[in-house]
Structure formats: structure tokens, C-alpha cells
T-cell receptor
Framework: SQQGEEDPQALSIQEGENATMNCSYK?????LQWYRQNSGRGLVHLILIRSNEREKHSGRLRVTLDTSKKSSSLLITASRAADTASYFCATALTQGGSEKLVFGKGTKLTVNP | DAGVIQSPRHEVTEMGQEVTLRCKPI?????LFWYRQTMMRGLELLIY????????DSGMPEDRFSAKMPNASFSTLKIQPSEPRDSAVYFC????????????????FGEGSRLTVL
């Protein structure tokens, strides 16, 4: 089963609206990261939030982490057509004595102009 | 600054052929990762090197897959023989911090190698 699962799988909004994507995970984590992937391109790191942090901001991005609920959310404010991409959460965890970075299957965001 | 460089970007081959994917990590990064991305399974970690040494290869599907990192600036992922189910996008990523002691930092991804096995 997937360690990190994003919700929703797909999201379509109008330019200027806010977009919220959620990520749930199953085991304790060291940190949680969000990445963006444009179609046909590699993943680009957006933001990292450590397990002892609750909220982090970067420009129009706001990430929250609730370790009691094992969930995180990514909020993109005042969305733009250029924000159209897939967004992935990745959980850094220790498993079997080694550390791993496990990606979810992503949320596909479409921002309509 | 140059990012992670992967080649080839696209590869179409026939079942049974050998495939070699190449990766040049960002200079100074001590960790390198190979991931595979498919619609069905998402992003899967295949293998992770730290200081050129394979640390975790539990994600390598089977003996047909092998990966090497002969020096800090080059890595290969080889599939021999290839099968249609190996069709996917293969990503290489590097990191200055690696995965150690709870300090997992961000990964820098290449643009990927799209493999199609007919």
C-alpha cells in the first residue's frame, strides 16, 4: 500500500482561485516534501517541512503538517495558468534500518485561464 | 549551473535488447537515486548510492536490472534483457545530503529517460 497518498487525484480551478492538495501517510516520518512535475519534465522540489514543524510558507505556497493525523496539505494561493502541473508529496522515513524517500501518486492540477 | 543530466531522453527498443541509461549528478552531491515512474505504480525508488556505494537496492525489480556508479560524476542503469513491462520513465536524482540520520533533504531530478520496449 502507498505510504503517501494525495487527494484529490485531479483538480481543476480557475486562475486566481486557491488550490489545496492533501497528502496522507501511514508511518512516522522525518520530514515531508512537496514536488512539482510539469508534463514531460523532471520533478522539482518545492518545500520541505520537518516533523517538528506545523506550517511553512514559500511565496504563494503554504504547507501544513499534522503528525497526529498523519497528513499534510499544500495550498497554492492566487493560482496562475503556469501552476498547471502534477504535485507530489514525498515522505522521508526510516524503514528497515535505512532511510527512504517515498513518493505518492500525485495530484494533477489544471489552472484554467 | 548544470542540473542532473540524463541520456538518452528517449529510447525505443525491442524486447530482449540491452538498455543502458546514463546519469551525471550535480557536482558535489554525494547521493544518487534512480527512480522509475509509471502511471500504474507512480514513482518507485530502484536504487540509492551514497558516496558511489550502493546503499539500498531493494527496489531493483529483478536480476535483469543492474546499476553502477564508478565515480562521483557518472552512473548507469542497465536492463538486460529488456521486456515490454520495463517501459517507463526512468529518473535520476542527486542530493547533497543523501538519506542519513534524519537529514533527508531535497532531491534534484533530471529530465528523465523515457523507455519504450516493444
Amino acid at each position: 500500500s502507498q505510504q503517501g497518498e494525495e487527494d484529490p487525484q485531479a483538480l481543476s480551478i480557475q486562475e486566481g482561485e486557491n488550490a489545496t492538495m492533501n497528502c496522507s501517510y501511514k508511518t512516522s516520518i522525518n520530514n515531508l516534501q512537496w514536488y512539482r512535475q510539469n508534463s514531460g519534465r523532471g520533478l522539482v522540489h518545492l518545500i520541505l517541512i520537518r516533523s517538528n514543524e506545523r506550517e511553512k510558507h514559500s511565496g504563494r505556497l503554504r504547507v501544513t503538517l499534522d503528525t497526529s493525523k498523519k497528513s499534510s496539505s499544500l495550498l497554492i494561493t492566487a493560482s496562475r495558468a503556469a501552476d498547471t502541473a502534477s504535485y507530489f508529496c514525498a515522505t522521508a522515513l526510516t524503514q528497515g534500518g535505512s532511510e527512504k524517500l517515498v513518493f505518492g501518486k500525485g495530484t494533477k492540477l489544471t489552472v484554467n485561464p | 549551473d548544470a542540473g542532473v543530466i540524463q541520456s538518452p531522453r528517449h529510447e525505443v527498443t525491442e524486447m530482449g535488447q540491452e538498455v543502458t541509461l546514463r546519469c551525471k549528478p550535480i557536482s558535489g552531491h554525494n547521493s544518487l537515486f534512480w527512480y522509475r515512474q509509471t502511471m500504474m505504480r507512480g514513482l518507485e525508488l530502484l536504487i540509492y548510492f551514497n558516496n558511489n556505494v550502493p546503499i539500498d537496492d531493494s527496489g531493483m525489480p529483478e536480476d535483469r536490472f543492474s546499476a553502477k556508479m564508478p565515480n562521483a560524476s557518472f552512473s548507469t542503469l542497465k536492463i538486460q534483457p529488456s521486456e515490454p513491462r520495463d517501459s517507463a520513465v526512468y529518473f535520476c536524482a542527486s542530493s547533497p545530503f543523501g538519506l542519513a540520520g534524519g537529514r533527508t533533504g531535497e532531491l534534484f531530478f533530471g529530465e528523465g529517460s523515457r523507455l519504450t520496449v516493444l
